[in-house]
């Protein structure tokens, strides 16, 4: 698989977790129909006794599917509860092909869009609640994670559409195990117009990495809440 192979030619910079390949699919077994079933009944009997392990759907597709779900819906706002429960079970059937060590795995680095969330409200805190989004329209969210423990968050918005704004955070990112993080941010800052200044104060996060590759990063919020998201173009950069 193209992720692994990535991740493990970067294992020296990763050395002391090396990264082992995704788990292999079983094998179907076959049982031998004897020769004593001789009849067409009796051999469709005993064919029958075969067993096949179910076949898992190759990650590309798995990979596809979601992000076709998650495009043009407001970063999950506009999904219905099925079709979120729909995009849980993608990633649930997705993590089975992830590296058993993704927070090792340099392909973390690099800036992303957040696709998608399952609570609406936990990236961009109160400019993405009901009321926060009739105000302030949402138009890029992004996350960049630079080596080796820099994470910086930034939502743009236009305020009642006239108006240009931007929230930052910076975050040191501290690794707990070989799959969850934790981000402590610094105070946000904000721009609007010609104004900026920081309010509030430090804050954390705890997220799972659940998988990762060239393409898409998908997450998991201490709280359940799920987080897709795309590995930026460069050329938008």
């Known amino acids: 698989m193209a992720t692994t192979a990535n991740c493990s030619s970067a294992a ?12 292999p699919r ?15 009944a009796a051999a469709r009997i005993c064919a029958s006794l075969s067993a096949a392990a179910p076949v898992l759907s190759k990650p590309d597709d798995l990979v596809e599917s979601i992000v076709s779900k998650v495009m043009q819906t407001d970063r999950g706002v ?23 060590e993704p927070v090792k795995c ?41 080596a080796p423990d820099v994470v910086r968050n930034r939502v743009s918005f236009s305020l009642m559409g006239s108006i240009e704004g931007k929230v930052s955070l910076k975050g040191k990112l501290i690794v707990l195990d070989e799959k969850w993080i934790q981000v402590v941010f610094e105070p946000p800052e904000l721009k609007v117009g010609g104004l900026e200044f920081k309010y509030g104060g ?21 709280r359940g809440s799920l987080f897709v998201f795309q590995r930026r173009n ?4």
């Open 12 to 23: 020296n910079a990763f050395a002391k977790f090396p990264l082992p390949f995704s788990p």
């Open 26 to 40: 079983n094998s179907p077994q076959t049982f031998f129909v004897p020769r004593r079933c001789r009849s067409t």
């Open 78 to 100: 506009l999904l219905a509860r099925e079709e979120h429960q729909k995009v849980a079970e993608l990633a649930d059937e997705l993590h089975k092909f992830c590296v058993d």
């Open 106 to 146: 340099p392909l973390i680095f690099g800036d992303w869009d957040v696709l998608y969330c399952s609570n609406p409200t936990s990236p961009g805190g109160g400019f993405r609640s009901a009321f926060g989004r009739l105000v302030f329209k949402t138009k890029e969210m992004i996350q960049a994670v630079e």
């Open 202 to 222: 430090e804050s954390e996060v705890k997220l799972q990495i659940t998988y990762i590759d060239e393409k898409i990063r998908l997450g998991k919020g201490s």
């Open 234 to 237: 460069p050329e938008t950069l």
